[in-house]
């Protein structure tokens, strides 16, 4: 079985200090993968996705920066966080893209909160 | 602009009444997906379609691409359904970009 972890569960930083959230997922190789975030009484959007090692997409410019180190982990972070990066940062994989519809599973979430 | 409208915003039900939600598309979509938001504030996976309907215990789901549509029905609702739920559509050029409604909460009332 499928699993999709994300790290930290919760975190509180200072305007202007680096970050860095994590995801990984277990049991499946290859999948693509994707950052999602929400700030709070927003709607979610994606902001980068991955197909494959080393590959990543942005889709919404937030002073944010994704990287896929490994195939089962995606990593987002920035140097400098803003007070706008508060927020619910969803992690979530899926076996294909693009022409290829398919299911996107979610992670269990990361809370940010920058003060 | 905004590619998916959700409706409605709100809904409360009376236990084993039920209804319906509804997203609108301002553009043909590939596929829809619904999803419940758990107690963490994740997404919990109820139906993936790319056409036609699904049905899944006391939950129903339609998906017409060409209208430009989904539905998420919910019939004999019971207290444990009370929650927030999604649509997200998955359209244009960008893989697997899914463009996500508002949410509509629900209560389910005694």
């Known amino acids: 079985a499928q699993t999709i972890h994300q790290w930290p569960v919760a975190e509180i930083k200072a305007v202007g200090s680096p970050l860095s959230l994590g995801c990984t997922i277990k049991?499946?190789?290859?999948?693509?993968l994707y950052w999602y975030w929400q700030a709070t009484g927003g709607t979610l959007q994606q902001l980068f996705y991955s197909i494959t090692v080393g590959q990543v997409e942005s889709v919404v410019q937030l002073n944010l920066s994704a990287s896929r180190p490994k195939d089962d982990q995606f990593i987002l972070s920035t140097e400098k966080l803003l007070l706008s990066h508060s927020g619910f940062y969803l992690c979530a994989w899926s076996l294909h893209g693009g022409k290829n519809q398919d299911t996107q599973y979610f992670g269990p979430g990361t809370r940010l909160l920058v003060l | 602009g905004d590619q998916v409208e959700q409706s409605p915003s709100a809904l409360s039900l009376h236990e084993g009444t039920g209804s319906a939600l509804r997203c609108n598309f301002t553009t043909t979509m590939r596929a829809v997906q619904w999803f419940r938001k758990n107690s963490r504030g994740s997404l919990i996976n109820l139906f993936y379609?790319?056409?036609g309907t699904k049905e899944n215990g006391r939950l129903k789901s339609a998906f017409d691409s060409k209208e430009r549509y989904s539905t998420l029905h919910i019939r004999d609702a019971q207290l444990e359904d009370s929650g927030t739920y999604f649509c997200?559509?998955?359209?244009?050029?960008?893989?697997?970009?899914?463009?996500f409604g508002a949410g509509t909460q629900l209560i389910v009332i005694p």
């Open positions: 379609l790319a056409s």
């Open positions: 997200a559509a998955e359209g244009g050029s960008a893989l697997g970009r899914l463009h």
């Open positions: 049991g499946k190789s290859s999948p693509n």
